[in-house]
Protein backbone atom coordinates (compact mmCIF):
# COMPACT_ATOMS: atom_id res chain seq x y z
CA UNK A 1 0.00 0.00 0.00
CA UNK A 2 1.31 3.46 -0.96
CA UNK A 3 2.48 5.85 1.63
CA UNK A 4 1.43 9.62 0.91
CA UNK A 5 2.78 12.53 2.78
CA UNK A 6 -0.26 15.28 3.08
CA UNK A 7 0.58 18.70 4.05
CA UNK A 8 -2.87 20.42 4.48
CA UNK A 9 -2.17 24.49 4.36
CA UNK A 10 -5.40 25.91 4.47
CA UNK A 11 -7.34 27.53 1.26
CA UNK A 12 -11.05 27.55 0.66
CA UNK A 13 -11.42 23.06 0.34
CA UNK A 14 -11.59 23.29 4.41
CA UNK A 15 -13.01 26.04 5.31
CA UNK A 16 -16.35 26.64 7.50
CA UNK A 17 -18.61 29.51 7.29
CA UNK A 18 -18.22 32.09 10.26
CA UNK A 19 -20.27 35.54 11.15
CA UNK A 20 -16.96 37.06 9.82
CA UNK A 21 -17.06 35.00 6.87
CA UNK A 22 -15.28 31.81 5.23
CA UNK A 23 -12.11 30.82 7.66
CA UNK A 24 -9.72 27.80 7.59
CA UNK A 25 -10.77 24.69 9.62
CA UNK A 26 -9.38 21.44 10.31
CA UNK A 27 -12.21 18.94 10.82
CA UNK A 28 -11.26 18.24 6.75
CA UNK A 29 -8.39 15.68 7.70
CA UNK A 30 -10.98 13.76 9.56
CA UNK A 31 -13.19 13.06 6.00
CA UNK A 32 -11.56 14.46 2.83
CA UNK A 33 -9.60 11.05 1.66
CA UNK A 34 -11.47 8.37 3.74
CA UNK A 35 -12.71 7.18 0.51
CA UNK A 36 -9.27 6.27 -0.79
CA UNK A 37 -8.41 4.37 3.08
CA UNK A 38 -7.81 1.16 0.94
CA UNK A 39 -5.97 2.24 -1.54
CA UNK A 40 -3.30 4.33 0.34
CA UNK A 41 -1.84 5.22 3.75
CA UNK A 42 -2.05 8.98 4.31
CA UNK A 43 0.45 10.83 6.68
CA UNK A 44 -1.46 14.35 7.47
CA UNK A 45 0.40 17.09 8.42
CA UNK A 46 -1.92 20.05 9.51
CA UNK A 47 0.09 23.49 9.47
CA UNK A 48 -0.91 25.11 13.19
CA UNK A 49 -2.92 27.99 12.30
CA UNK A 50 -3.80 26.90 8.78
CA UNK A 51 -3.60 29.33 6.44
CA UNK A 52 -5.69 31.65 4.06
CA UNK A 53 -3.79 31.10 0.93
CA UNK A 54 -3.74 35.33 0.03
CA UNK A 55 -1.09 35.27 3.35
CA UNK A 56 1.56 33.15 2.11
CA UNK A 57 4.83 34.17 2.42
CA UNK A 58 8.86 33.13 1.48
CA UNK A 59 9.31 31.89 4.82
CA UNK A 60 5.91 29.15 4.71
CA UNK A 61 7.43 27.77 1.86
CA UNK A 62 10.63 27.72 3.36
CA UNK A 63 9.17 25.71 6.04
CA UNK A 64 7.40 23.61 3.47
CA UNK A 65 10.41 22.91 1.13
CA UNK A 66 12.16 21.35 4.50
CA UNK A 67 8.76 19.81 5.79
CA UNK A 68 8.84 17.30 2.51
CA UNK A 69 12.61 16.93 1.55
CA UNK A 70 12.40 15.22 5.04
CA UNK A 71 9.25 13.33 4.39
CA UNK A 72 9.67 12.27 0.72
CA UNK A 73 12.65 9.57 2.08
CA UNK A 74 9.25 7.61 3.69
CA UNK A 75 6.86 8.34 1.64
CA UNK A 76 5.32 7.38 -1.88
CA UNK A 77 4.36 10.93 -2.90
CA UNK A 78 3.39 14.24 -1.87
CA UNK A 79 -0.41 16.02 -1.42
CA UNK A 80 -0.63 19.44 -1.27
CA UNK A 81 -4.12 20.95 -0.14
CA UNK A 82 -3.85 24.73 -0.65
CA UNK A 83 -6.10 27.72 -1.10
CA UNK A 84 -6.55 28.59 -4.95
CA UNK A 85 -5.30 32.44 -4.89
CA UNK A 86 -1.25 31.36 -4.47
CA UNK A 87 -1.44 27.65 -5.39
CA UNK A 88 -0.10 28.21 -8.98
CA UNK A 89 3.28 30.18 -7.05
CA UNK A 90 3.49 27.41 -4.69
CA UNK A 91 3.75 24.70 -7.14
CA UNK A 92 6.03 26.67 -9.54
CA UNK A 93 8.60 27.14 -6.37
CA UNK A 94 8.16 23.00 -5.54
CA UNK A 95 8.59 22.24 -8.96
CA UNK A 96 11.96 24.51 -9.07
CA UNK A 97 12.91 24.21 -5.56
CA UNK A 98 12.28 20.52 -4.28
CA UNK A 99 14.11 17.46 -4.99
CA UNK A 100 11.16 15.25 -6.03
CA UNK A 101 13.36 11.92 -5.99
CA UNK A 102 11.30 11.21 -8.94
CA UNK A 103 8.25 11.10 -6.78
CA UNK A 104 5.16 13.04 -7.91
CA UNK A 105 4.16 16.06 -5.73
CA UNK A 106 0.32 16.60 -6.53
CA UNK A 107 -1.44 20.07 -5.79
CA UNK A 108 -4.74 20.77 -5.11
CA UNK A 109 -7.66 22.92 -3.74
CA UNK A 110 -11.20 23.94 -4.44
CA UNK A 111 -13.39 26.69 -5.58
CA UNK A 112 -15.82 25.57 -3.04
CA UNK A 113 -15.40 24.26 0.54
CA UNK A 114 -15.66 20.50 0.49
CA UNK A 115 -19.01 20.74 2.71
CA UNK A 116 -20.32 22.98 0.52
CA UNK A 117 -23.46 21.94 -2.15
CA UNK A 118 -22.02 21.26 -5.13
CA UNK A 119 -18.56 21.30 -4.03
CA UNK A 120 -15.42 20.86 -6.76
CA UNK A 121 -13.31 19.27 -4.00
CA UNK A 122 -14.42 15.66 -4.05
CA UNK A 123 -13.33 15.57 -7.42
CA UNK A 124 -10.48 17.63 -7.00
CA UNK A 125 -9.25 14.72 -4.51
CA UNK A 126 -10.18 12.34 -6.53
CA UNK A 127 -7.79 13.46 -9.81
CA UNK A 128 -5.40 14.48 -7.44
CA UNK A 129 -4.92 10.57 -5.50
CA UNK A 130 -5.61 9.22 -9.24
CA UNK A 131 -2.21 11.00 -10.48
CA UNK A 132 -0.21 10.04 -6.56
CA UNK A 133 -1.29 6.79 -7.86
CA UNK A 134 -0.01 6.82 -11.39
CA UNK A 135 3.44 4.84 -11.70
CA UNK A 136 4.17 7.44 -14.63
CA UNK A 137 4.15 10.26 -12.71
CA UNK A 138 7.24 11.44 -11.89
CA UNK A 139 6.58 15.50 -12.11
CA UNK A 140 4.96 18.17 -10.17
CA UNK A 141 1.44 18.74 -10.86
CA UNK A 142 -1.95 20.56 -10.34
CA UNK A 143 -4.77 18.94 -10.12
CA UNK A 144 -7.79 20.74 -11.02
CA UNK A 145 -11.32 20.50 -12.66
CA UNK A 146 -10.46 16.73 -13.33
CA UNK A 147 -6.96 17.39 -15.19
CA UNK A 148 -3.86 18.11 -14.27
CA UNK A 149 -1.77 20.37 -15.38
CA UNK A 150 2.50 20.90 -15.14
CA UNK A 151 3.33 23.25 -12.36
CA UNK A 152 5.64 25.47 -14.36
CA UNK A 153 3.64 27.72 -16.63
CA UNK A 154 -0.05 27.39 -14.61
CA UNK A 155 -1.90 29.85 -13.38
CA UNK A 156 -5.32 30.53 -11.98
CA UNK A 157 -7.39 32.04 -14.56
CA UNK A 158 -10.97 32.15 -13.22
CA UNK A 159 -12.98 32.41 -9.42
CA UNK A 160 -15.64 31.29 -10.37
CA UNK A 161 -15.52 27.83 -12.98
CA UNK A 162 -14.37 24.43 -11.14
CA UNK A 163 -11.52 24.18 -14.02
CA UNK A 164 -10.34 27.49 -12.38
CA UNK A 165 -6.51 26.51 -13.09
CA UNK A 166 -5.31 26.42 -16.63
CA UNK A 167 -1.71 25.87 -18.54
CA UNK A 168 -1.67 28.46 -21.53
CA UNK A 169 1.81 27.43 -23.41
CA UNK A 170 2.13 23.65 -22.30
CA UNK A 171 -1.04 22.30 -21.67
CA UNK A 172 -2.47 19.93 -19.72
CA UNK A 173 -0.07 17.37 -17.80
CA UNK A 174 0.90 14.01 -20.45
CA UNK A 175 2.70 11.06 -19.68
CA UNK A 176 5.45 10.96 -21.80
CA UNK A 177 6.47 14.66 -21.12
CA UNK A 178 9.95 14.83 -19.52
CA UNK A 179 9.57 16.60 -15.81
CA UNK A 180 11.14 20.12 -16.68
CA UNK A 181 13.79 20.36 -14.00
CA UNK A 182 16.91 22.66 -13.46
CA UNK A 183 20.08 20.29 -13.89
CA UNK A 184 23.71 22.29 -12.90
CA UNK A 185 22.02 25.31 -10.97
CA UNK A 186 22.31 25.74 -6.97
CA UNK A 187 18.73 26.03 -6.03
CA UNK A 188 19.55 26.41 -2.11
CA UNK A 189 15.91 28.33 -1.29
CA UNK A 190 16.11 32.20 0.66
CA UNK A 191 13.05 33.29 2.31
CA UNK A 192 15.42 36.67 2.83
CA UNK A 193 15.81 37.21 -1.11
CA UNK A 194 14.08 39.81 -2.45
CA UNK A 195 12.16 40.00 -5.94
CA UNK A 196 9.91 42.82 -6.90
CA UNK A 197 7.36 42.31 -9.19
CA UNK A 198 6.44 45.49 -11.81
CA UNK A 199 3.26 45.90 -13.81
CA UNK A 200 3.25 48.62 -16.43
CA UNK A 201 0.12 50.33 -17.50
CA UNK A 202 -0.86 52.96 -19.40
CA UNK A 203 0.14 56.30 -17.38
CA UNK A 204 2.60 56.98 -14.81
CA UNK A 205 3.99 53.72 -14.19
CA UNK A 206 7.07 53.85 -16.21
CA UNK A 207 7.94 56.41 -14.11
CA UNK A 208 7.35 54.89 -10.91
CA UNK A 209 8.95 51.76 -11.81
CA UNK A 210 12.25 53.65 -12.18
CA UNK A 211 11.66 54.86 -9.00
CA UNK A 212 11.43 51.82 -7.68
CA UNK A 213 14.00 50.28 -9.35
CA UNK A 214 16.74 53.08 -8.22
CA UNK A 215 15.42 53.49 -4.63
CA UNK A 216 13.50 50.63 -3.36
CA UNK A 217 16.24 48.04 -1.98
CA UNK A 218 15.51 44.72 -4.53
CA UNK A 219 18.29 41.70 -5.69
CA UNK A 220 16.21 40.83 -8.78
CA UNK A 221 12.67 41.89 -10.43
CA UNK A 222 10.12 41.08 -13.16
CA UNK A 223 8.46 43.45 -15.62
CA UNK A 224 5.67 42.52 -16.91
CA UNK A 225 5.15 44.19 -20.22
CA UNK A 226 2.98 44.30 -23.05
CA UNK A 227 1.96 41.94 -25.79
CA UNK A 228 5.76 40.61 -26.41
CA UNK A 229 6.94 42.44 -23.45
CA UNK A 230 7.01 45.72 -24.78
CA UNK A 231 7.53 48.84 -22.82
CA UNK A 232 6.49 52.58 -23.36
CA UNK A 233 9.45 55.46 -24.89
CA UNK A 234 10.56 56.35 -21.24
CA UNK A 235 14.59 57.27 -21.43
CA UNK A 236 14.05 57.69 -17.50
CA UNK A 237 12.65 53.57 -17.08
CA UNK A 238 15.60 52.21 -19.94
CA UNK A 239 17.99 54.06 -18.03
CA UNK A 240 16.93 52.58 -14.30
CA UNK A 241 17.27 49.44 -15.88
CA UNK A 242 20.11 49.86 -17.16
CA UNK A 243 21.53 51.13 -13.84
CA UNK A 244 19.72 48.06 -12.19
CA UNK A 245 21.38 45.35 -14.12
CA UNK A 246 24.72 47.04 -14.34
CA UNK A 247 25.48 47.34 -9.89
CA UNK A 248 24.21 43.28 -10.74
CA UNK A 249 20.42 43.30 -10.58
CA UNK A 250 18.39 40.76 -12.64
CA UNK A 251 16.08 41.82 -14.31
CA UNK A 252 13.05 39.59 -16.11
CA UNK A 253 11.00 40.96 -18.79
CA UNK A 254 7.69 38.84 -19.45
CA UNK A 255 4.33 39.45 -21.11
CA UNK A 256 1.14 40.13 -18.91
CA UNK A 257 -0.53 38.33 -21.86
CA UNK A 258 -1.97 35.43 -20.74
CA UNK A 259 -0.58 33.34 -23.81
CA UNK A 260 2.38 35.66 -24.11
CA UNK A 261 5.71 35.06 -24.70
CA UNK A 262 8.51 37.64 -24.57
CA UNK A 263 10.28 38.76 -28.10
CA UNK A 264 12.88 41.70 -30.13
CA UNK A 265 10.54 41.71 -33.46
CA UNK A 266 9.98 45.54 -31.98
CA UNK A 267 12.68 48.30 -31.43
CA UNK A 268 11.32 49.17 -27.86
CA UNK A 269 12.03 45.24 -27.14
CA UNK A 270 15.81 45.53 -28.30
CA UNK A 271 15.94 48.66 -26.54
CA UNK A 272 15.09 47.12 -23.31
CA UNK A 273 17.44 43.83 -24.11
CA UNK A 274 20.28 46.44 -24.82
CA UNK A 275 19.61 48.22 -21.38
CA UNK A 276 20.04 44.95 -19.88
CA UNK A 277 16.72 43.00 -19.64
CA UNK A 278 16.66 39.06 -19.90
CA UNK A 279 13.76 37.98 -22.30
CA UNK A 280 11.29 35.70 -20.00
CA UNK A 281 9.65 33.71 -23.09
CA UNK A 282 7.14 31.61 -21.75
CA UNK A 283 7.75 32.98 -18.51
CA UNK A 284 4.12 33.33 -16.62
CA UNK A 285 4.52 35.48 -13.01
CA UNK A 286 4.17 32.41 -11.20
CA UNK A 287 7.10 30.68 -12.71
CA UNK A 288 8.78 34.62 -12.91
CA UNK A 289 8.16 34.46 -9.39
CA UNK A 290 9.55 31.32 -8.36
CA UNK A 291 12.59 31.32 -10.74
CA UNK A 292 13.79 34.90 -9.62
CA UNK A 293 13.40 33.90 -5.94
CA UNK A 294 16.18 31.17 -6.84
CA UNK A 295 17.93 33.13 -8.98
CA UNK A 296 18.74 36.13 -6.24
CA UNK A 297 18.62 33.43 -3.21
CA UNK A 298 21.98 32.12 -5.28
CA UNK A 299 23.38 35.12 -6.70
CA UNK A 300 22.73 33.83 -10.22
CA UNK A 301 24.69 35.72 -13.00
CA UNK A 302 22.54 36.74 -16.31
CA UNK A 303 23.98 33.70 -18.00
CA UNK A 304 22.37 31.04 -15.50
CA UNK A 305 19.29 32.66 -15.93
CA UNK A 306 19.43 32.41 -19.36
CA UNK A 307 20.21 28.66 -18.89
CA UNK A 308 17.35 28.05 -16.48
CA UNK A 309 14.92 29.40 -19.15
CA UNK A 310 16.29 26.99 -21.62
CA UNK A 311 16.51 24.01 -19.25
CA UNK A 312 12.70 24.45 -18.49
CA UNK A 313 11.55 25.06 -22.40
CA UNK A 314 10.53 28.75 -21.84
CA UNK A 315 12.52 29.89 -24.32
Known amino acids: ?28 AERALQPY ?8 HICQPLIDSSNITPHHWAQWLTLLQN ?16 LAYTANLLALALDNQGKPIVLTGAQKPYHAENSDAPANLQTAVAALQNPQMHDTVIAFGRRLYPAIGSSKYSTKLDDGFSNAHFGTWQPDTPPRRLSGLPTRFDPAARVCSHLLTPGSSAEQIAHSLQRFPQQAAILLGYGQGHVPASPELL ?6 TARGGLLLNISQAHHGQTGST ?15 GKCNIETATAL ?24
Not at 37 to 44: G, K, P
Not at 266 to 280: F, K, M, P, T, V
Open 1 to 28: MQKIFVLYTGGTIGMKPTPAGLVPDAEL
Open 37 to 44: ARQASFHW
Open 71 to 86: ALPEHDGILVLHGTDT
Open 239 to 244: AAVEHF
Open 266 to 280: YAQSNALRQAGAIGG
Open 292 to 315: MTLAAGNRWTAEQLQQALQQLHLV
